[in-house]
C-alpha cells in the first residue's frame, strides 16, 4: 500500500486520501487528494510536479493551499517519487517522450480531479510541470481553466551547449542508450547535494527539510536524467521556444519567473510571456529556482501573485460536497 512519508518538520498535512491511478499505458501512479482547510471551498489546485520530485515536497505548499480554500491534488509524474518506473534503476528519471506525461495527467483528470474534486480546476506547475502545461494548453487537451506555472521550463539553463546537446543526445538515443544517465549522471538527488552554490533556493531551513524528505523517500528522489529524458526536454521546449505558439494558448497563464534562477532560463521565459495573449509574467530577482522553497519574503510576493490571479468561486465546503455527490448519483 501506497503510504506518505513523515519527517520532522515536515508532517504530511491531516485528513489527506493517498490512491493509485493507473494510465492508459498501464503506468501506476501515486495521488493524494486533500479538501480545504477553510469554510468556504473556492475550487481545486492540481500540483504539476518539476523533474526529481516527489509530493512529500510540496507539504508546505499544500497546507497553504488548503488555508485559502482550494482542494489540492498532488502525484508523481512516472519515474519518480513512488510512481511506476520504465527502467530497472529506480534512481534514473526516465521517460522516452514528454508525451507521457500528457497520459499520466489525463489519468488523474479521469481517475481524480472530474469525479472527486470541486470545480474550478487549475494547475499550480513547477518547472518540467510548467513546460508540460504550456504544452497541453497548446494542444487543448489540459484540463485546468487557469495556469500558475512557476520557473517553467522553457529552456534548460544548465547545458553549456544547449545546441549540441540536443543533437547529441537525440543520437544517443538513436543508438539505443536512451535508458543511460546522461554523461557525467548518476544517481545521486540534486536535493540531498550540499547547500552551498545550491541552484534550487536561498532558504538554509526549507533546503535543508527538502533534503531530509528526498532522504526519507529514498529512490523517489531520483538522480540524474536519462539521455531519452533530456532528449525529450530539448524537443518539448524547442517547441514552445516558436514564437507562433503563445499567442495560440488560450487558458489564463500566470508565469511567476525566477531572477536568480540557474536551472531554466527566466529571459526565455519572459520572451514567451510577452507573446501570450491571456497572461503575463512575474519575475522574483533574488529567487533561484524553487520558488516555493524560497526565502519568506519571496515566497509572501509568490502568494500575492497566486492569490490575486486564482480567485476561485466560494462556496460553503458542505455545498461542493452535496454538489458532489448529486452528480455522482445521477452518473
Known amino acids: 500500500m501506497l503510504t506518505l512519508a513523515d519527517t520532522p518538520g515536515n508532517p504530511v498535512p491531516p485528513g489527506g486520501t493517498v490512491m493509485t491511478v493507473g494510465t492508459s499505458d498501464d503506468c501506476t501512479l501515486r495521488a493524494a487528494r486533500w479538501q480545504p482547510t477553510a469554510r468556504t471551498c473556492k475550487g481545486t489546485v492540481c500540483l504539476l510536479q518539476g523533474r526529481a520530485e516527489f509530493i512529500e515536497k510540496y507539504y508546505e505548499t499544500i497546507r497553504e493551499l488548503r488555508a485559502r480554500g482550494f ?3 498532488a502525484f508523481d509524474w512516472r519515474g519518480q517519487g513512488a510512481s511506476d518506473r ?4 529506480p534512481h534514473k528519471g526516465h521517460v522516452e517522450s514528454f508525451d507521457d506525461y500528457r497520459l499520466d495527467l489525463l489519468a488523474i483528470r479521469d481517475a481524480v480531479l472530474v469525479p472527486l474534486m470541486p470545480d474550478p480546476h487549475v494547475c ?17 487537451w489540459l484540463p485546468f481553466r487557469r495556469i500558475v506555472t512557476v520557473a517553467p ?33 548518476g544517481p545521486t538527488s540534486i536535493a540531498t547535494k550540499p547547500y552551498p552554490n545550491n541552484r534550487l533556493s ?20 531520483v538522480g ?5 529524458w533530456t532528449a525529450a526536454a530539448f524537443r518539448a521546449t524547442a517547441r514552445l521556444a516558436d514564437p507562433r505558439v503563445p499567442p495560440r494558448i488560450a487558458t489564463p497563464t500566470l508565469i511567476v519567473a525566477a531572477g536568480a534562477d540557474p536551472v531554466c532560463s527566466t529571459p526565455a521565459a519572459e520572451r514567451f510571456a510577452a507573446r501570450l495573449k491571456a497572461g503575463h ?51
Open 153 to 185: 521550463m522553457l529552456s534548460i539553463r544548465m547545458v553549456r551547449w544547449p545546441a549540441f546537446a540536443a543533437v547529441a543526445t537525440r543520437a544517443l538515443r538513436r543508438l539505443g542508450l536512451g535508458s543511460r544517465y546522461i554523461p557525467g549522471g
Open 124 to 140: 499550480l506547475a513547477h518547472s518540467t510541470g510548467g513546460c508540460v502545461a504550456l504544452t497541453g494548453a497548446l494542444e487543448g
Open 86 to 89: 520504465r527502467v530497472d534503476d
Open 71 to 73: 482542494a489540492v491534488v
Open 202 to 221: 536561498r532558504d538554509p531551513a526549507r533546503y535543508a527539510r527538502n533534503a531530509a524528505a528526498a532522504e526519507a523517500v529514498g529512490a523517489g528522489a
Open 281 to 331: 509574467i512575474l519575475v522574483l530577482p533574488d529567487a533561484r529556482h524553487e520558488i516555493l522553497s524560497e526565502r519568506d519574503a519571496i515566497r509572501a510576493d509568490f502568494w500575492a501573485a497566486f492569490d490575486a490571479f486564482v480567485p476561485g468561486s466560494p462556496v460553503r465546503a458542505p455545498e461542493a460536497a452535496e454538489r458532489r455527490a448529486a452528480a455522482s448519483a445521477t452518473a
Open 224 to 228: 540524474d536524467p536519462t539521455i531519452a
